[in-house]
């Protein structure tokens, strides 16, 4: 895989790349970005260790502006953690909770790369001790509430560990891309679904507010996961379970925003890239830098 880097990119001092705006180091801070390289337990295998580090090199095709909120990064502080050595299978996990279990003290919200979407079991476990005080949002072209520990998982083991599915609301959910006991079980469980066909009649800005409203319930603070294969497989060609008919990359794009804008949410991770699979413009690989730069663009409009 080549990934092009900053230093072989032009030079503009009026022009900051967003590359340059996470820090390394483990001081307070109001977004921290942390590499999860998870990929062994995939239902398919997948190369998605390889994309924590293919996102952060992407970040030098961005700059720190959004002109659309007037905002620019450079106006916050953002902590690189590095990333996550060996984060598979129980040990792994361990050292994910580990990582990250005091990031609620030292920052406003956490963005998590993955790796597949097995993290956010790992990475939600740790960062909360009770998860029965937190509530859920997924957008996700499946339910990911399967047995057993795989990527296909996560949901449900986080409700076997103790949150509610009345807290959870998943966006984005796909025709032909569930079974109808996993649908069952996400009725069972009362989890709120928002289908891809539903979509096609709301705005994606209408259903963050219910979803964060719903999520957040009670005074609960927000995980978000944004898993990519939600998008259609045209604009996600990386994502290996993403399927012809799913939201668009601006929809996704939005979301990240309007869950960083959320003081409750604090939690975010970007999930099923797999940068081994990405084509020549790396079109999946800058969507998840976007989304990056999105949710923290968010975090720094929740001061404005």
């Not at 919200?109 to 790796?115: E, F, N, S, V, Y």
């Not at 957008?139 to 509610?164: E, F």
């Not at 898993?227 to 939005?254: F, N, T």
Request: overall charge negative; charged content about 25%; glycine content about 8%.
């Amino acid at each position: 895989m080549r990934v092009m880097t900053s230093a072989k990119l032009p030079h503009d001092p009026k022009w900051t790349r967003a590359l340059t705006l996470f820090q390394s180091g483990k001081t307070n801070a109001d977004v921290a970005l942390i590499g999860v390289p998870a990929h062994e337990v995939s239902i398919s295998p997948t190369s998605a260790h390889l994309t924590p580090d293919a996102i952060r090199n992407a970040l030098a095709r961005y700059s720190t502006y959004s002109s659309s909120h007037d905002v620019d990064l450079r106006d916050i502080t953002l902590r690189d953690l590095g990333n996550v050595d060996s984060p598979d299978h129980a040990s792994g996990e361990k050292s994910v909770a580990d990582s990250v279990k005091n990031v609620l003290r030292d920052h406003q919200l956490l963005i998590a790369l993955g790796g597949d979407n097995s993290i956010t079991y790992s990475v939600a476990r740790g960062m909360w001790s009770d998860l029965s005080t937190v509530g859920m949002i997924t957008l996700d072209a499946h339910h990911d509430l399967r047995d057993g520990v795989s990527n296909g998982s996560p949901v449900w083991r986080l409700i076997q560990a103790g949150l509610s599915g009345k807290n959870i609301v998943q966006i984005g959910i796909s025709d032909f891309a569930n079974s109808r006991e996993y649908s069952q079980r996400a009725k069972d469980e009362g989890i709120h679904v928002i289908t891809r066909d539903a979509l096609r009649r709301r705005t994606m800005a209408d259903v963050m507010a219910e979803a964060l409203e719903i999520a957040g319930a009670g005074g609960r603070e927000i995980y978000v996961d944004l898993d990519v294969d939600v998008c259609d497989r045209a604009v996600v060609p990386a994502c290996p379970a993403s399927v012809p008919g799913g939201i668009s990359a601006d929809e996704l794009r939005q979301a990240a925003f309007l869950s960083g804008a959320d003081v409750r949410v604090r939690g975010l991770d970007i999930t099923e890239i797999d940068a081994a699979l990405d084509t020549p413009d790396q079109r999946t690989i800058r969507l998840g830098a976007l989304l990056v730069l999105e949710a923290a663009c968010g975090v720094a409009s929740r001061e404005n």
